[in-house]
């Protein structure tokens, strides 16, 4: 059973930075997709950073620069660093895990935690 937790969500003002953790139970971040997606309000869910095979890492064209995704295999964990959030930032965000490589149906989801950019 492949479990993912994520912590780190919270209110930030704009220009301001946060990082979300995904602990994950397994060998869940071992596999060769892990990544973050988020979910605005009224929006769908659409990606945001994807580590493929540990060491690949992709971006959204609307965080390119900003985030940076990393992955710790010993502390089993995926994080999200996320440095000059904008308000359109907010959303709730996932972590995500699958087999075989980051798509928008992963195997795996977490829960959420929201992240809300506002001043």
């Known amino acids: 059973q492949v479990q993912l937790v994520e912590s780190g969500g919270g209110s930030v003002q704009p220009g301001g930075s946060l990082k979300l953790t995904c602990s994950a139970s397994?060998?869940?971040?071992?596999?060769?997709?892990s990544g973050w997606f988020r979910q605005a309000p009224g929006k769908e869910r659409e990606p945001v950073a994807c580590l493929r095979g540990g060491n690949e890492m992709y971006y959204s064209d609307s965080v390119k620069g900003r985030f940076t995704v990393s992955g710790d295999i010993t502390e089993n964990t995926l994080s999200l660093h996320m440095t000059s959030l904008r308000p359109e930032d907010t959303a709730v965000y996932y972590c995500?895990?699958?087999?075989?490589?980051?798509?928008?149906?992963?195997?795996?989801w977490g829960n959420g935690t929201l992240v809300t950019v506002s001043s």
């Open positions: 995500a895990a699958d087999p075989f490589m980051c798509h928008s149906n992963m195997a795996y």
């Open positions: 397994g060998s869940a971040l071992t596999f060769h997709g």
